[in-house]
């Protein structure tokens, strides 16, 4: 079957989000994470995007970008270096990401400030940390510093020309909201493997349900 065309956008912002194939973690680690921050700053400087922000949970990643080169191929180069490290550190083979990427358009100022705020609530609305400026994985607290002059990975003068002050920009972020954008679980799509563990899983739960009592119970024992 064809690949659907990607809807382009006016702006050329787009939020683009890469998720684990069968919802698994690509970040095992800090380290994992440092390395994929890496691999975001050198594909933003050779595709000469612009990040407004990131996001990098367990299982999956948010970017906010505006596209310089075609926009796959920005995510190519991000992408293809990170799996190749992932797969000879953790000893495995194959996809680590599902499909190659997935992407919404983002075009105009209303819903651009508000995928902003979507994407640095990431962690928060997971029960990750009780504040933004917790979660070292996200642009928020790059934002906060570049207010003081410090700009590192985003390129954060055209969110600042909405906020004037580091406290306008912070109770726009805190604010209580009801956000909805592109999202991991829109995109549950399971591999072939992936289906075959929850029919195996399903299949072993029936087998146990058709025990009597006390032989579910010994089951229970062995299993703890």
């Known amino acids: 079957m064809a690949r659907q065309a990607r809807v382009k956008s006016i702006t050329g ?12 973690n690509i970040f095992m680690d800090d380290e994992d994470k440092v390395y994929f921050m890496e691999k975001l700053k050198r594909a933003k400087e050779m595709g000469e995007f612009k990040l407004y922000a990131y996001c990098l949970m367990d299982n999956h990643v948010h970017l906010l970008m505006k596209e310089g080169e075609e926009l796959g191929v920005s995510i190519k180069r991000i992408t293809v270096g990170y799996v190749r490290f992932h797969n000879q550190k953790y000893g495995r083979t194959g996809h680590l990401f ?3 990427y997935s992407s919404e358009t983002v075009e105009d100022e209303p819903y651009l400030l508000t ?10 609305k997971a029960q990750m940390v009780k504040s933004l400026a917790e979660y070292k994985w996200s642009s928020y607290q790059n934002y906060l510093n570049a207010y003081d002059g410090i700009a590192e990975y985003v390129d954060a003068d055209l969110i600042k020309s909405y906020f004037k002050q580091v406290s306008d920009f912070e109770k726009f972020s805190c604010e ?3 956000d909805n954008c592109l999202d991991v ?3 549950v799509k399971y591999t072939d493997d992936g289906i075959k563990a929850m029919v195996k899983e399903n299949q072993r739960y029936s087998k146990i349900m058709s025990l ?3 032989e579910r119970n010994e089951c229970i024992q062995i299993i703890h």
């Open 13 to 24: 912002i787009y939020h683009v989000m890469l998720k684990g194939i069968d919802s698994r």
């Open 98 to 100: 599902q499909n190659r």
């Open 115 to 124: 995928v902003l705020r979507y994407i640095h609530n990431n962690p928060l």
């Open 176 to 178: 209580v909201n009801q």
């Open 185 to 187: 679980s829109t995109f």
């Open 212 to 214: 009597s009592k006390t």
